[in-house]
């Protein structure tokens, strides 16, 4: 596995959407749960949301209902689709590769 590759981020209003991708190359991709965290200023990282290897879900509170996170693994591609975003939402948002590997990160501002 190498370091993954995020993108998507951006500058929203409130109530607008979002859709973050990362790229994680590596013949194991398929079988390795992939997660998304992120970093508001000041504060420390965050859990936002996983993908099982099998496809499942989970996330945080703050996210739930607002945020899927989805996998591709023929594109070796992690999605995170964000709606309804608030400007508490605001942070760098880092993929990892089974919690060991992580990105560069992504900037999403969300603006009020």
């Known amino acids: 596995q190498v370091q993954p590759v995020e993108s998507g981020g951006g500058l929203v209003q409130a109530g607008g959407s979002l859709r973050l991708s990362c790229a994680a190359s590596?013949?194991?991709?398929?079988?390795?749960?992939m997660a998304w965290y992120r970093q508001a200023p000041g504060k420390p990282r965050e859990f936002v949301a996983a993908?099982?290897?099998?496809?499942?879900?989970n996330y945080a509170d703050s996210v739930k209902g607002r945020f899927t996170i989805s996998r591709d693994n023929a594109k070796n591609t992690v999605y995170l689709q964000m709606n309804s975003l608030k400007p508490e939402d605001t942070g760098v948002y880092y993929c990892?590769?089974?919690?060991?590997?992580w990105g560069q990160g992504t900037q999403v501002t969300v603006s009020s």
């Open positions: 990892t590769v089974g919690g060991s590997l």
């Open positions: 993908v099982s290897s099998g496809g499942l879900g």
């Open positions: 590596g013949k194991s991709f398929s079988t390795i749960a």
